[in-house]
C-alpha cells in the first residue's frame, strides 16, 4: 500500500491535467516523509503511466478537480482505489460502488448479479433496465436508501482519447429515477470487449457525479 501511495504522490502526484491540486492539497505529507525535496509533481503523461507497475485511473471532481488512484485492496471483485491524499473508491467492475473521504460518500450501492457494469459484455449486450439502491448517510446519521431503476440504451460510437491513447468506443447512456431521485449516468464502452475506458457516474447528492478515466487497467 505504501509503494503505491508513494508512487501517485512522487511521480504522478495525484495532479489534474492543468497541474492542480487533486480534492484539496497536494499529499505533501506523504512525499515528504521520504523526499523531503521533492519537485512538484508533473502533469500526467503517457511515459508515466506506462511506468507505473500499478494499474490506474483519473477521477474528475464536478467543480474541476482531479486525481490519480491505483487499487489497493481486492475484496471479491470489489477493488478499493486511493489516491495519494487517501481520497478512496471502491469499485466493482466498472462501477462506483462506494466513496471515502470526499464528503457526503456514497455507503454503498448493490450492483446486479447480471449488470453489464460488473462483468465486461460486449456492448451490444448493454441496453436494458436494471434497479439498484443507493446508501448514504443522512439526517441523525441514519442511513437513508434510495432504490432507483435505470434504463440503459446504446448511443454513437466513435473514439476518445485518454493521456496520448485513443481508444474505440460506444457511448452508453443510463437513466436513472427513483421518487424523487432522478440522475443520468454515461459510459464509453469497448466494442467487442466491453471494458468502460471512460465513465460519468452519479455517487451522491453532495458528490454529485465524477468521471472516471481508465489510465491503465487492472488485470487480475
Known amino acids: 500500500m505504501r509503494a503505491a501511495l508513494l508512487f501517485l504522490a512522487v511521480t504522478l502526484g495525484a495532479c489534474s491535467s492543468d497541474g492542480t491540486d487533486a480534492f484539496g492539497p497536494l499529499a505533501s505529507g506523504l ?22 507497475p500499478f494499474a490506474l485511473i483519473r477521477v474528475r471532481m464536478p467543480e474541476g ?6 487499487p489497493l485492496a481486492d475484496r ?46 460486449p456492448v451490444q449486450g448493454w441496453a436494458g433496465t436494471e434497479a439498484r439502491t443507493y446508501a448514504h448517510l443522512g439526517n441523525n446519521l441514519a ?25 474505440a468506443v460506444r457511448r452508453v447512456d443510463e437513466q436513472c429515477a427513483g421518487g424523487a431521485l432522478t440522475f ?15 465513465s460519468e457516474q452519479w455517487v451522491s447528492p453532495l458528490i454529485g457525479t465524477l468521471q472516471i478515466e481508465v489510465l491503465k487497467p487492472f488485470e487480475r
Open 31 to 52: 512525499r515528504d516523509q521520504v523526499m523531503p525535496q521533492a519537485p512538484e509533481a508533473p502533469v500526467v503523461t503517457r511515459a508515466a503511466v506506462e511506468a507505473s
Open 65 to 70: 478537480g482531479a486525481a490519480v488512484m491505483t
Open 143 to 167: 442511513i437513508a436508501r434510495q432504490r432507483v431503476t435505470c434504463q440503459r440504451r446504446l448511443g454513437p460510437a466513435g473514439s476518445i482519447e485518454i493521456v496520448g491513447r485513443r481508444h
Open 76 to 121: 471479491g471483485g470489489v477493488l478499493t482505489y486511493m489516491s495519494a491524499n487517501r481520497k478512496s473508491l471502491a469499485v466493482t467492475g466498472a462501477a462506483v460502488t462506494g466513496s471515502h473521504g470526499l464528503g457526503g460518500d456514497l455507503l454503498w450501492m448493490d450492483l446486479p448479479a447480471r449488470s453489464p457494469l460488473r462483468h465486461a459484455t
Open 184 to 198: 443520468r449516468n454515461r459510459y464509453w464502452v469497448g466494442p467487442a470487449d466491453g471494458r468502460v475506458w471512460r
